[in-house]
Structure formats: structure tokens, C-alpha cells
């Protein structure tokens, strides 16, 4: 497998690849940071030199039956810049979560087709992993649904976990559109987005009865 493969297949660029190895059913990919691909969060330099490092390993998506791993020799690096010294966060790493962007797609991909324990048994992760990438991703998604058109909704709950935790989903009734979804099921959880509604500006035909 080369360089340019990993970044084709898995999404991941700017590293040097070092080693394949198989462990029982894993399939690890040994790579190491290179002097590309990173910026200085102070001043968004491109340039620096390399002081101390540290092994990250991240999930990425399975090969056949196989699960996949990126062990990846990361560098902290000075920016010749500013003299900023940083641990960088390279274009496949979302954050510090344990695995990159190519993962999550993956993963959202087969939640369209299954549910989450059988994506989490699938990929060899916890239920909860899978679940903070669904969350994560629906919350993206509704962040910023215009409320104006909105006539009625309508709220549900449902539980999604053995019962002691509860989802509360409100959706547009005429078009059956998900607007709004919290963890959660009190007064307390629901009321931020109920301040939203009514913050939402009256139509003309909601004037009409005014006048």
C-alpha cells in the first residue's frame, strides 16, 4: 500500500507510511508525520521544526472483514514563525477524537442501513462510539433550520438505552422533517428550543388575525 493509496482509500494525507502489519484480524498501518500538512494555530504558519513525539493510534475504516488501524508517529512541532510550540491537528483528525474523518463517514454510511449495535459490532467499538457519531452528525445537520415557514410540530421521546435515557425529537408536521432533536425528555432539556420557537417571527397569516 503507498502513500498515496492511504490518502485515496482512507482520506488520510501527509504522512510518510512506515510498515503493514497483521495482528490476528487487524490490518495496522504504521505512518509518520511529515513536515507538510499542518498550520501553527497562532499564526497559521506552514514551517516548523519538530520537538518530541508520540504514538496516536486512530480507527479507520475495515478492510473486508478486517479492522483497521492508523499508528501514527506524531511530532509536536515550534513553529519557525511565531516560536509557537504545538501538538498539530492534521486534515484527517477530527480533534482528539481516536479516529478520522474516513471512520465517521463510514460509520454514518451503514447507520443508514442498520442500527447502531450493529454498526458498533461491525466496526469493534462500543455502542457509545457509535452513538456520539450519530448525535454528532444530526446535531450538525439541524443546527441551522430556519423556523420561519414552521405552522405546526409535533414532539415524541423515545428511549435509547435499556430504557433509563430518552431522546425528545420535534419534527414540522407538514413536511415530517426532523427540526430539532435533545437528549433528554424534561421541562429542562426541551425549554432551550421552545425559547426558540417563540422567537420565531409571526407570518402574515398569523397577523391577519390581528388586524
Not at 65 to 75: A, I, V
Not at 111 to 137: C, P, Q, R, S
Not at 196 to 210: I, Y
Request: net charge positive; glycine share 6%; hydrophobic share 35%.
Amino acid at each position: 500500500m503507498t502513500v498515496s493509496l492511504l490518502d485515496k482509500a482512507f482520506g488520510v494525507s501527509g504522512l510518510n507510511q512506515t510498515a503493514i502489519k497483521h495482528v490476528d484480524d487487524k490490518i495496522i498501518i504504521e505512518a509518520e508525520m511529515t513536515h507538510s500538512g499542518f498550520s501553527c494555530p497562532h499564526c497559521q504558519g506552514s514551517k516548523g521544526i519538530f520537538r518530541g513525539k508520540k504514538t496516536r493510534v486512530f480507527h479507520i475504516p475495515p478492510v473486508g472483514s478486517k479492522k483497521s488501524f492508523l499508528s501514527l508517529k506524531l511530532h509536536r512541532v515550534q513553529c519557525l514563525s511565531c516560536g509557537h510550540l504545538h501538538w498539530p491537528t492534521l486534515s484527517f483528525m477530527p480533534g482528539t477524537k481516536r479516529m478520522t474523518y474516513s471512520f465517521i463517514h463510514y460509520a454514518l454510511e451503514l447507520l443508514k442501513f442498520g442500527t447502531i449495535k450493529d454498526v458498533a459490532n461491525h466496526l469493534g467499538v462500543g455502542w457509545d462510539t457509535v452513538k456520539e457519531i450519530h448525535k454528532d452528525a444530526l446535531q450538525k445537520k439541524y443546527a441551522e433550520i430556519p423556523l420561519e415557514e414552521l405552522e405546526y410540530v409535533t414532539v415524541d421521546e423515545f428511549s435509547i438505552r435499556k430504557r433509563h435515557k430518552y431522546m425528545t425529537v420535534f419534527t414540522d408536521l407538514a413536511t415530517a422533517r426532523i427540526i430539532h432533536a435533545v437528549e433528554g425528555r424534561k421541562q429542562k432539556d426541551i425549554e432551550p428550543f421552545l425559547k426558540e420557537l417563540k422567537k420565531k417571527p409571526l407570518s402574515e397569516s398569523d397577523l391577519h388575525g390581528f388586524k
